[in-house]
């Protein structure tokens, strides 16, 4: 039997793949649990993607753990989500060591619950010399922080004399935000079958490709993260050029 892995074309793979994972409390719901049955399910998931994704050569793989947005859901599920992360980090630190994997983080890292910053930051520092792939939680994450704080950044540059207004282009932008050293995703995956970007990574989405499934994200299996490299492979991306300009 063919897989969707055997179709995909290695020499073309996207390098950074990023994923929005939703739709853990409609699978908790499905089976008459709480909204963090879903979450702790959500685990595996994370687990199958990092290993499918670092198997056949992606380099970066960024995940929205948690949103800004995210802090205004009930206290009990906010306490519930921070504990599932210092537990998933601590036990899947050997993943990452198995799979050769370095984990990073994006977000607004200081408003995380000093032992979730304590468990993170560890297992940052400990996984720092692998190399076959970046896995980069989002965590207290939100696009519109990341600009505004980069544009805060840059305004005090200016006001400090150490930066000249003339020369901010896109480049200069770019290089205040905190995913400066990362290429920008050429896939973008949101599970769930709901269609937003929900303040994640617009900046760097500006021309990747956008794919939706109707699986909840604790179903989500390697052969589901084939299957939309699979769908990527078949697109035509112009960047703006007409398809005639593109060479394929
Ligand atoms: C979205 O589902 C999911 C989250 C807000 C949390 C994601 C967290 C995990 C998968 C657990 C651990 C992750 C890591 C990286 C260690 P939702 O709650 O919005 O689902 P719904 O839309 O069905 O309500």
Redesign the pocket.
Known sequence: MTTWKDKIDLDRLPKHIAI??????????QRGKL?TF??????K??RETAEAAAEIGIRFLT?????TE?WN?PQS?VNA?MK??VK??HR?TKTLHDNDIRLLAIGDLDSLPDVTYRELNDAIKETSDHKRMSMI?A?SYSSRWEITQAARKIALAVNENKLDPNTIDQKLFESYLITRNFPDPELLIRT?G?YRISNYLLWQIAYSELYFTPK???DFRKEDLYEAIVDFQKRERRFGKTSEQVIR
């Open positions: 929005i994972m939703d739709g853990n409390g409609r699978w908790a719901k909204r879903g979450h702790s399910h959500g685990v998931a994370v995940l929205y753990a948690f949103s995210n859901r599920e989500l599932l992360l998933t980090i899947e939680l965590l769930s709901e909840l994200w604790p």
